[in-house]
Structures are given as structure tokens and as C-alpha cells.
């Protein structure tokens, strides 16, 4: 095993690395500054928790029951919204109409799919070609 993670208050508590792993764990976790030592602390976010079990394939860390619980749990919700995002930008999925549309005004698929998007993810970045309408 490469260290220890906890999950306590909200946040990964990762200890005990070795230099080299903890070297690529800053690599990989770039909001650590270069010049920190363990035990490093991530907040819990589903696609940080995605990020650690990747980097758990490479580098094991000792866990109790249930911060592997908590963090399969949070792996699954990252997985979940990709599929969900998947979903929406498959040609096939027609999303609800666009909320804030007042009649007799009418959104336009792609205005709906994007509007979806954002609802879904919180951000969006949008170009189109001049004259469809964002």
C-alpha cells in the first residue's frame, strides 16, 4: 500500500505517501502546491472522487469499510451524471421544453438540449454559427 485516505468532514484526507507518490499524486491533484507534504486534504466532489479511485489503480492506499463505501458512492454519482450528460447529447434524447420561454416565443432544439445541459452540469460553454440563436 502507497499511504492511507480518509474521508472526514466533507473531505479526502490522503497520509502517509511516499515521496515518489506523493510527488505524483501533486502531479495529478494540481491544487496542491508543489512544496506541500502530506496529509493533503480534497474536497469531496464526484469527479474528485472519480480522479482518486483512478489514482488509487496506480498507487493503492489503505481504506476502512466505510470511506471505501463512501468513496464507491461518489465514483457511482460521477458516473451517473456522465451517462446523464451522455444522454442529453445523444441525437436521440429530446429533452422537456426550455423553461423561461414566453409564449408565443418557441426554443429551438438545440436551444432546449443546451438549456438542459446547463441545468444539468451548471456551466456550458456555447458557440453556434451567426444567426441560430444561443
Known sequence: MSGSLTFRDGSWVISDLPGHVSLRFKQVFTGIASGTVPPFTLRDTPDRARDLDWFMSRYPLRMSPETAARLRASVADYQEGQDR????????????????????????????????????????????DVGLGK
Open 85 to 128: 450528460v451522455a444522454r442529453l447529447l445523444s441525437g436521440d434524447h429530446v429533452p422537456p421544453d426550455a423553461v423561461g420561454i414566453r409564449a408565443p416565443e418557441r426554443a429551438d432544439p438545440h436551444q432546449v438540449r443546451a438549456a438542459a445541459l446547463l441545468r444539468e452540469t451548471g456551466r456550458l460553454l456555447l458557440l453556434d
